[in-house]
């Protein structure tokens, strides 16, 4: 079989570092190197909830994404000039999403937690790669809020991780980066909690119409990287 272009075995990870602490100012900030991509997660404790939310006695997580300019091999123009695009939307609302299943809202109040993902630098994996850090910096958040006093328990209640799979060259495939991504006949994304439960699936074929069978493989693949990348937070987590 052909080689992956950064020959990796099918079902190897590309090189992962989540370097916490970052920031000065953000009760949580995550740096994480994940292959060639680049992705800094902060997360700031924020007093009150979205209106339609208020009077609920319950909290909310909410996430913001972007690239900058040059976090690509040519530049793009900075969001704040033309909008937000849907594809930024749509990764926001998946890191939002994926990160309030492993939060216990009612222990927040009536207080925000808010993400910042910011890629510095992109070669595939941008989404995954933010929820994976901005868990990390929520817990150190919730962490600090609780010694601090502001919070009287910590609303983290498991671990949230999620990773890329596809199939490409009709082989399915952990990780892709985008020298892959680009040229994959499908495209998943998948975000699990440490019980191993699903928390969301996005998929979509790129080229032919992907085979039960082909679904199976890359949900196998990624149940098992996804298990590498929760100890690889625990182990961040604990240095």
Not at 43 to 59: I, L, N, Y
Not at 79 to 91: L, P, V
Not at 137 to 148: M, S, T
Request: with cysteine; hydrophobic share 40%; net charge negative.
């Amino acid at each position: 079989m052909p080689e992956r272009p950064s020959g990796r075995a099918p079902d190897e990870l590309r090189s992962i570092q989540y370097l916490r602490n970052y920031m000065r100012y953000a009760e949580g900030s995550v740096l994480c190197r994940h292959g060639e991509t680049r992705v800094l997660c902060t997360a700031s404790f924020e007093k009150g909830v979205p209106r339609w939310m208020r009077g609920k006695g319950s909290g909310w997580v909410a996430a913001e994404y972007g690239m900058l300019p040059r976090a690509v091999r040519e530049r793009i123009r900075r969001e704040a000039h033309s909008g937000q695009s849907g594809r930024t939307m749509e990764i926001q609302r998946l890191i939002g999403r994926s990160l309030r299943a492993g939060m216990d809202l009612r222990a927040l109040g009536e207080n925000t937690l808010m993400v910042d993902c910011d890629v510095l630098q992109a070669d595939g994996g941008t989404r995954t790669a933010s929820i994976n850090a901005a868990f990390i910096a929520l817990q150190d958040a919730a962490e600090l809020l609780c010694e601090r006093g502001v919070l009287k328990s910590n609303p983290v209640h498991g671990q949230i991780a999620a990773i890329s799979a596809g199939i490409v060259g009709g082989r399915a495939l952990l990780d892709l980066d985008y020298a892959e991504d680009s040229k994959a006949e499908t495209d998943l994304n998948i975000v699990m909690n440490d019980a191993g439960g699903l928390v969301e699936i996005q998929g979509t074929a790129e080229g032919h119409a992907f085979r039960r069978q082909e679904l199976d493989a890359m949900l196998d693949l990624a149940t098992e990287g996804i298990g590498e990348i929760l100890e690889l937070q625990r182990q961040a987590r604990a240095s």
